[in-house]
Structure formats: structure tokens, C-alpha cells
């Protein structure tokens, strides 16, 4: 306190609200860790509704804390959007839930999906002190969660708060939640706002990617129809190259934001890979999701894209390939096994997505890869190799080498590869060949302003990091309004000039 300030003595209230505080948290040693409780392995198998419910609130306040309010919150800085956690845990178990929300809905726009599908053992209960202490980390995500879900059910959620229009239009390409942030943020600040998506629904892989079972669709159109109650303009099935040129659209906004996502599946070079009955893994998620939307799916309902009585393998350690390992069981697969050439504790994909992925019957191949798809006309096994860890490659992961005369062959009636995604050639598919990419296919951006090299036409998300998280794409979009806006307001003021 500086020299010559009176010193203000804490009332009795203040201190009550104190000690109220501290009695709240810090009770990790008494209160065990407790996720919500899941369904049945058999039961949810059944269906595509997400396999745990919420917290109770009485569950949330006492989940919630167990956080130590400790100095550096590893949580937060581990979260790519910085989220508020240790306030918005103190807040719920403070019983003062809708200030949690507010808290939680500052840093981001889909606080509800992120709760649910965030690889939180890897981000931000994967930092947690207390998880390094011994005592189990706190259940950050389902708190997220549940905050969120009782803010919708409280009609706490406000419309969005649309500030002056300013006269300029911005055109974003994507809905995906790279796209639908920035939508979002650049509405607040007063812009008309217009989204372009090739799907029929907005939402990308939140709505065609991700099964339900660990995102149910109302969770994705309730976000959506939010910002078209607020005077987005939503253009689906809308194709740019077939439907307008760049230079159309580029003639039509102020500026252009680029957020497609990546959606080329990468491939593996095997004989036989183009057998009848080997599957892109998005193909696959989408005509599952498109299904459940109650659409017409001619490729489902031929059976081509339905695992039910099939030998199912996927190809692939990554969140992905668990997707498909766990639509196929639902789908009443006969077997469903899932290929990785590395062991466990060198898979890509969450954990936990492992364990729910064996407790519904998945079979884990480990250290195994794919040598040839056999079958002539029809798929009918997978020859596979056994794999051993070699030394640490580039990455300082060990690298996969082949063990001599391991082969054998797993009996599949439908294989899917789920090797990842990479970006497919804008350039081409948007009639602009102009548009420069790197050397791996992303678009290339001053980092500085996130600027691509045409004028006014910005990029971010998967399309400029290459495949990530949709955490990631949310940061990324909320960070791209800033130069947006900046950018806008010195045109707008150098027209101002000019006339």
C-alpha cells in the first residue's frame, strides 16, 4: 500500500464473505474427484444420445470445490481461450451460478460444446495442480458443462447484443465454429454479417462430424439459430467457385473471412485400398449424422454405409477413428477393431474416448498397421503387420518399425480410414488461384493480422493451422474479428476521406 493511504478495515461482512470463500474451495483432500455418472456400456450402445447426463447442482457445487484457487491457474493458461476456470469453479460452488455463466460465456462463445467434447485430459485438467498433487483433477469440463446447459434451461442466455450498424458487410466462408465465433463477435460490433457453407446445416463438424453421443445436435442448432435471431445470414449449401467467384464475394463485403476447415482425408498407400467396402472416416460420420438428422441417405441405406452385421476395422489412433469405432458398435457391428501402429500411451486420441471406446466392446489392435485390403470386388480383411517402437522420430515420438514376419490377416467386411485430414486445393476449388498456400496446402496469412495475401480476405482455423481442436478454431476465430475490425474501420475512415 503506498505511503500516506489510510488504511481501510475490513467490515465484518467482508470478512464473513472471506472466510465463506475459503470454507467453499480447498477441499480436494476431503472430496473425492466424481465425474457424472455414465450410462450402461450395453444401454448406451443403443442409441446416440450422449452416454452421461449433467451434474446435479449440489454434485457441481461440491465438484467445483475442490479447486485450490491456486496462484498460477495451469488450467487457464493450458486452455487455448484462457478461460476464467478457477473464477467461474468459485462462483459455482458459491451457489452464485449465473455469475459463473457470465464468467464462462466472456472467453467464449460455446462454452456447453467446448465442456463436452475439449480433450480436457490433455488441456486443462491434464495441468491441474492437484491433478500433480495425487488427488485427481478437478472435473473442469463437466462443471463447464453443466453451468452452461442451466443457462439455456434458466433463459440466461441472451439474444445476441447487436451494436449500431456500421454500413459495411463482411463475408465469412465456413460455418464451422472457426466461422460462427467470428460471425458472432463481428454482429456485436455492428457489422452485416453473411455466412457461406457448401452444407445444407451450419455448423461444420460440430453438426456432421462429431457423433451425438458426445454432442447432441440441439446442443449445435440452438447456438445457431441464436445468431440467425440476430441477423446472421446463413447461405447454405452455397459453394464458392460454383456458386460465386472470390472476386464476386470480395466485391460484395468489406472484407472476407476464409474458415473451411479441413475435410481432405489423407490416405494410405496399400494395395487393394480401393476396394467396395473401405471408407473415408468423414464419409462415414457424415451419412451416420445425416441419418440421425432423419435426411434421406441413399448410401446408408444401401447398407455401404451402415456397420450393422459387419467385421468392422478402423484405421487410426486419433478422436476421430474413436468416433467411428463408437458410431459402428451403434450401429450393431458384429466386431469392430480398431488398427493403431503405436501402443497406447503413444495414441493421439483422448484417453478417455479409449476407455469408453473398450467398455462399449471396442477391440484396440496395438502396434499393428495395414499392409494390404483384401478382398477382390468386396473387402473381405485387413493383411496387418506387427509393429515395434524404434527410436524417437522428428516429432520425439518413437517411430513405428515392422516386425519381420509378423503378418495376419483381421477379417473385415468394412474398413474405415481415420489417418486425419488435410486441407483441400482452395486455390482451385474457389476459381482463385491467386490465393496462396504453403507448402503443406493451408492457407498462408501474415501472422501479424492474419491477413491472406489478397486485400481484405482473412483466414483462420484448421485452413491455416492444419488439423487441430475445436477449441483451437474458437480462439482463432475470436482473435481474427480484432484485425477484421481494425481493418473495416480504416477503410471506412479512408472513404470517409476520399469524399
Same mark, same amino acid.
Given at each position: 500500500?503506498?505511503a500516506?493511504m489510510?488504511?481501510k478495515?475490513?467490515?465484518?461482512?467482508?470478512?464473513?464473505?472471506?472466510?465463506?470463500?475459503?470454507?467453499a474451495?480447498?477441499?480436494?483432500?476431503?472430496?473425492?474427484?466424481?465425474?457424472?455418472?455414465?450410462?450402461?456400456?450395453?444401454?448406451?450402445?443403443?442409441?446416440?444420445?450422449?452416454?452421461?447426463?449433467?451434474?446435479?447442482?449440489?454434485?457441481?457445487?461440491?465438484?467445483s470445490?475442490?479447486?485450490?484457487?491456486?496462484?498460477?491457474?495451469y488450467?487457464?493458461?493450458?486452455?487455448?481461450?484462457h478461460?476464467?476456470?478457477?473464477?467461474?469453479l468459485?462462483?459455482?460452488?458459491?451457489?452464485?451460478l449465473r455469475?459463473?455463466?457470465?464468467?464462462?460465456?466472456a472467453?467464449?462463445?460455446?462454452?456447453?460444446?467446448?465442456?463436452?467434447?475439449c480433450?480436457?485430459d490433455?488441456?486443462?485438467?491434464?495441468?491441474?495442480?492437484?491433478?500433480? /498433487?495425487?488427488?485427481?483433477?478437478?472435473?473442469?469440463?463437466?462443471?463447464e458443462?453443466y453451468?452452461?446447459?442451466?443457462?439455456?434451461?434458466?433463459?440466461?442466455?441472451?439474444?445476441?447484443?447487436?451494436?449500431?450498424?456500421?454500413?459495411?458487410?463482411?463475408?465469412?466462408?465456413?460455418?464451422?465454429?472457426a466461422?460462427?465465433?467470428?460471425?458472432?463477435y463481428?454482429?456485436v460490433?455492428?457489422y452485416?454479417?453473411?455466412?457461406?457453407?457448401?452444407?445444407?446445416?451450419?455448423?461444420g463438424?460440430?453438426t456432421?462430424?462429431?457423433?451425438g453421443?458426445?454432442?447432441?445436435?440441439?446442443?449445435?442448432?440452438?447456438?445457431v439459430?441464436?445468431?440467425?435471431?440476430?441477423?446472421?445470414?446463413?447461405?447454405?449449401g452455397?459453394?464458392?467457385?460454383?456458386?460465386?467467384?472470390?472476386?464476386?464475394?470480395?466485391?460484395?463485403?468489406? /472484407?472476407?473471412?476464409i474458415?473451411?476447415?479441413?475435410?481432405?482425408?489423407?490416405?494410405?498407400?496399400?494395395?487393394?485400398?480401393?476396394?467396395?467396402?473401405v471408407?473415408?472416416a468423414?464419409d462415414?460420420?457424415?451419412?451416420?449424422?445425416?441419418?440421425?438428422?432423419g435426411?434421406?441417405?441413399?448410401?446408408?441405406?444401401?447398407?455401404?454405409?451402415?456397420?450393422?452385421?459387419?467385421?468392422?476395422?478402423?484405421?487410426?489412433?486419433?478422436?476421430?477413428a474413436?468416433?467411428?469405432v463408437?458410431?459402428?458398435?451403434?450401429?450393431?457391428a458384429k466386431?469392430?477393431k480398431?488398427?493403431?501402429?503405436?501402443?497406447r500411451?503413444?495414441?493421439?486420441?483422448?484417453?478417455?474416448?479409449?476407455?469408453?471406446?473398450?467398455?462399449?466392446?471396442?477391440?484396440?489392435?496395438?502396434?499393428?498397421a495395414?499392409?494390404?485390403?483384401?478382398g477382390t470386388?468386396?473387402?473381405t480383411?485387413?493383411k496387418v503387420?506387427?509393429?515395434?517402437l524404434?527410436?524417437?522420430d522428428? /516429432?520425439?515420438?518413437?517411430?513405428?518399425?515392422?516386425?519381420p514376419g509378423s503378418?495376419y490377416?483381421?477379417?473385415?467386411?468394412?474398413?474405415i480410414?481415420?489417418?486425419?485430414?488435410?486441407p483441400?486445393?482452395?486455390?482451385?476449388?474457389?476459381?482463385?488461384?491467386?490465393?496462396?498456400t504453403?507448402r503443406?496446402?493451408?492457407?498462408?496469412?501474415?501472422?501479424k /493480422?492474419?491477413?491472406?495475401?489478397?486485400?481484405?480476405?482473412?483466414?483462420?482455423?484448421?485452413i491455416?493451422?492444419?488439423?487441430?481442436?475445436?477449441?483451437?478454431?474458437?480462439?482463432?476465430?475470436?482473435?481474427?474479428?480484432?484485425?477484421?475490425?481494425?481493418?473495416?474501420r480504416?477503410?471506412?475512415?479512408?472513404?470517409?476521406?476520399a469524399?
Amino acid at each position: 500500500m503506498p505511503a500516506g493511504m489510510p488504511h481501510k478495515k475490513k467490515t465484518s461482512s467482508e470478512a464473513g464473505q472471506k472466510l465463506l470463500v475459503k470454507k467453499a474451495m480447498l477441499s480436494f483432500v476431503e472430496q473425492g474427484q466424481s465425474y457424472p455418472d455414465k450410462r450402461a456400456p450395453k444401454k448406451r450402445a443403443d442409441d446416440f444420445q450422449e452416454i452421461a447426463d449433467r451434474y446435479a447442482a449440489q454434485t457441481a457445487a461440491d465438484q467445483s470445490s475442490r479447486c485450490s484457487q491456486c496462484g498460477v491457474p495451469y488450467c487457464s493458461t493450458h486452455c487455448p481461450l484462457h478461460n476464467h476456470i478457477p473464477d467461474w469453479l468459485r462462483l459455482t460452488a458459491e451457489g452464485r451460478l449465473r455469475d459463473a455463466y457470465e464468467m464462462s460465456n466472456a472467453t467464449s462463445t460455446m462454452p456447453e460444446i467446448c465442456g463436452r467434447i475439449c480433450p480436457q485430459d490433455r488441456l486443462c485438467e491434464g495441468n491441474c495442480v492437484i491433478e500433480f /498433487s495425487g488427488h485427481g483433477a478437478v472435473t473442469i469440463g463437466s462443471v463447464e458443462k453443466y453451468i452452461t446447459d442451466t443457462a439455456w434451461e434458466k433463459g440466461w442466455v441472451e439474444p445476441v447484443a447487436v451494436g449500431p450498424e456500421r454500413g459495411q458487410s463482411v463475408g465469412i466462408i465456413g460455418a464451422g465454429p472457426a466461422g460462427l465465433t467470428t460471425a458472432e463477435y463481428l454482429r456485436v460490433a455492428g457489422y452485416d454479417v453473411h455466412v457461406y457453407d457448401r452444407h445444407d446445416r451450419a455448423g461444420g463438424l460440430l453438426t456432421y462430424g462429431i457423433p451425438g453421443f458426445k454432442l447432441e445436435k440441439h446442443v449445435v442448432t440452438r447456438r445457431v439459430q441464436r445468431l440467425i435471431d440476430a441477423g446472421i445470414h446463413f447461405h447454405d449449401g452455397f459453394e464458392v467457385g460454383r456458386d460465386a467467384s472470390m472476386d464476386e464475394l470480395r466485391a460484395k463485403h468489406d /472484407s472476407i473471412l476464409i474458415a473451411t476447415g479441413v475435410y481432405k482425408a489423407r490416405d494410405i498407400k496399400v494395395p487393394g485400398i480401393g476396394a467396395q467396402g473401405v471408407l473415408p472416416a468423414l464419409d462415414y460420420l457424415t451419412a451416420s449424422n445425416r441419418k440421425g438428422f432423419g435426411d434421406d441417405v441413399p448410401e446408408f441405406d444401401s447398407g455401404a454405409m451402415d456397420a450393422k452385421g459387419k467385421n468392422v476395422v478402423v484405421i487410426g489412433g486419433g478422436d476421430t477413428a474413436m468416433d467411428c469405432v463408437r458410431t459402428a458398435v451403434r450401429q450393431g457391428a458384429k466386431s469392430v477393431k480398431c488398427l493403431y501402429r503405436r501402443d497406447r500411451e503413444n495414441m493421439p486420441g483422448s484417453q478417455r474416448e479409449v476407455g469408453n471406446a473398450e467398455e462399449e466392446g471396442v477391440e484396440f489392435v496395438w502396434l499393428s498397421a495395414p499392409v494390404a485390403i483384401e478382398g477382390t470386388e468386396k473387402v473381405t480383411g485387413v493383411k496387418v503387420s506387427r509393429m515395434r517402437l524404434g527410436q524417437p522420430d522428428a /516429432s520425439g515420438r518413437r517411430a513405428p518399425e515392422i516386425e519381420p514376419g509378423s503378418e495376419y490377416t483381421v477379417k473385415a467386411d468394412m474398413v474405415i480410414k481415420a489417418l486425419g485430414f488435410d486441407p483441400e486445393e482452395l486455390p482451385t476449388l474457389f476459381d482463385c488461384e491467386e490465393l496462396s498456400t504453403t507448402r503443406w496446402g493451408t492457407l498462408r496469412v501474415d501472422h501479424k /493480422s492474419m491477413m491472406t495475401n489478397l486485400d481484405g480476405v482473412f483466414a483462420a482455423g484448421d485452413i491455416v493451422r492444419g488439423a487441430s481442436l475445436v477449441v483451437w478454431a474458437i480462439r482463432d476465430g475470436r482473435d481474427v474479428t480484432e484485425h477484421m475490425h481494425r481493418f473495416m474501420r480504416e477503410k471506412a475512415k479512408a472513404a470517409k476521406q476520399a469524399a
